[in-house]
Structures are given as C-alpha cells and as structure tokens.
C-alpha cells in the first residue's frame, strides 16, 4: 500500500498517477494506492480528467465529537463552540488568537486556495459575503431572494446556488434543500443553511464560549448547529441525503434520507419542544422514524458520539 498525503501540491498529480498506476498494472504488481488531499475540489477535478475507472472516493469529513474528546480532551460544551478543527485545538484558552487562527488559517485559506483558485468564480467577494451570511444564519432557512437582500453585492440566484455549492464542496457551508415525501419529487425550495464545523460559526462571533452557554436561547442554536454537523459530515461518509422539512407554520430541523427510508429529527432547544412539528411531518411523509433530540428524547450528547446508521 502507497500512501500519498497532500497530493495537490505535485504538479500534474493526477497525470503522474495515472501513468505510474497503468506501469504497475502492466507488470502486475498488486499495488493499492491512498490518496489524500486538502482540497477536495483539486481531487475531484484531477480524478474526474485524468483517472477515470481507476478510482473510488472516501468523503472525510470534520473531526467527529469523540475524536476530538479522545485526542484533546475537549469536553462536550467545547466541542460545540469550538467544533471539530484539531490543528485550532491548542489554542481554545486564549478565544482571540484561536479565533484569528480560524478566520486566517482554515477559513480564508479555503476560500482562497480551494476554491478562488481552483474554479471559475466571478465575484470572490460576493462568495465571501455569502459565507458570512449562511454563517449568521446557519440553522435558519432564507430563500435566496432575501440572501440577495442582504448582500452588498448581489447576483442572481442561479449566481447564489453555484457558490452555496462551492462552499459545501470546500467543507465549508451547505444549504439543505426541503424534503419531499419522494426523492422523485424534488424541486427548489429555499436553503436551510448549515456550517460543516460549529467553529465557523463561532470564530465569527463577538462573544466568548462562556457568555454563549450562559444564554440558553443562544446556546440553544450552537447545539443544533452541532447536531446538524455531525448528521451532515456522516450523511456524506455513508452516502445518505440530508435536508429539512417544513409546511407552513410546522418545522421538522433536520430529514435524513437513505434510500427509500427518511427519518426526522427535531432538535429540542431549552423549553420549547416542537413535536407537532413532527406530528405534522409523520402524516404527510410516512417516515421510518421520528425523533426528539433533547430534553426528553434522545440526548443530544449521545447523538453526538452515534454512527447515524444506528438511528435506522
């Protein structure tokens, strides 16, 4: 087994793989080859050119609630703020330079280096606006109209859809799209926006990790922001969908989708539970299961440490 770590920084990686790979098979050496790389988008273009039928693709995602335990000794109330970046782990005693060190190091670094100068985008700063913007309000479902509202440089909303989806692609922010009763009847609805790492999140905010969770209706959000995460990351690594739901006035926080079977999870934040939400959600789509995750359900902790497939 060849293992290769950082291969974007090779010049025509792909095209020296390719030819050694091919070498190797002509003389039959049974040789497995593991690729590794920062930048996602990189990987998928060199693969997609210059490899193909000679690879398979593993998604790995943000450092999961009890690596970050296990190798840091990070409690649960810090994962949740300070989210899943091992190489920020160090510095989460002093919230200014750990909050520099996102912004510059992992945040900016990635707009700049995985995205800006990999693909063909025509407003950089129109992209980093809207980071910002689904940062603020991830948790929170805006259509794009109302992004655009809120942008200083706006573009149109097939615009705002392509750079939501470069940012998912740089593990850095998705919009979750509404779920359907089938996956055969999908079609545009306004984004749910979810940060991949609860870091983003926080390295953007004024307050401390200790004022935050002093405010239950605010640490409230970090929570799901968390739970959205973690289901996000593993939902990827195991080939799942996940989206939200919501008919009128009745919300259901996250829809996981796997194959033919969905399952609904409602994040209950402080004292306000919404399980007509649910109720709502279970008549019109049939789902496999139901969740309430909180207090009086399945401790959002717990859930936090889960391999989703167990939710099934």
Known sequence: MLVIDEVQKIDNWSEWIKREWDADTIRSID??????????????????????????????????????????????SQFVWFGGYPGAAALIGDEFRWRTYVSNSLIEASISRDILMLTQVNKPALLKQLFELGCLFSGQILSFNKVMGQLQDAGNTTTMAHYLDLLHQAGLLSGLQKARPSALHKRASSPKFQVHNTALLSAQQPRLHQEAEGIPAEWGRW??????????????FHGMELQYWREDNQEVDFVLRHRDRLIGLEVKSGNHSRRSGLQAFDKECQPHKTYLIGTGGLPWATLLEMDIRELF
């Open 31 to 76: 040789l497995r080859v593991v690729i590794l790389g920062s930048s996602r988008l990189l990987l998928q273009k060199g693969l997609s050119e210059s490899l193909a039928g000679r690879f398979e693709t593993t998604y790995l995602g943000h450092w999961s609630w009890p690596e970050m335990r296990d190798a840091f000794g990070l409690s649960i």
């Open 223 to 236: 929570v799901e922001s968390a739970v959205g995460a973690h289901l996000l990351n593993q939902a990827q």
